[in-house]
């Protein structure tokens, strides 16, 4: 089922809001996938944020101008996949509100010097709820 992003159930709300883990999928310069185990959060207006380290692949992969990535959350039969533009921040501001985020979802991070946020802008919402 397709989901407005904009406009979510408050199932689908409260499973983006529950401690689970995601596949974040970016794409390689070949065009080939990448996917990585992440944590994420997701709040409005349609922004999910995943804390980092600078210079990995994804980061790397989400650098890339007009670079899209794919979060899909799952638990038994229930899922969501987000999907849209993403780009990296470093702004000391971004990082620290997505550790906050991040925090608040799963648990507080280790201290991280070389910690950045891929931003994404999500545009489409799949899933079963």
């Given at each position: 089922m397709?989901?407005?992003p904009e406009h979510l159930p408050d199932a689908a709300l409260r499973f983006l809001a529950e401690r689970h883990l995601a596949s974040l999928t970016?794409?390689?310069?070949?065009?080939s996938a990448h996917v990585v185990p992440v944590g994420f959060t997701f709040d409005r207006p349609s922004i999910a944020r995943v804390i980092t380290n600078d210079g990995s692949v994804k980061v790397g992969n989400a650098?890339?101008?007009g670079a899209r990535g794919v979060l899909c959350q799952i638990d038994g039969r229930y899922w969501l996949t987000l999907e849209g533009q993403v780009?990296?921040?470093r702004e000391p501001a971004d990082v620290a509100d997505a550790v906050d985020r991040y925090a608040l979802r799963y648990r507080v991070p280790r201290v991280n010097p070389t910690r950045v946020v891929i931003l994404m802008s999500?545009?489409?919402i799949m899933g079963n709820i």
């Open positions: 397709r989901f407005d970016t794409s390689r310069a070949d065009g650098s890339r101008s780009r990296v921040s999500v545009d489409r």
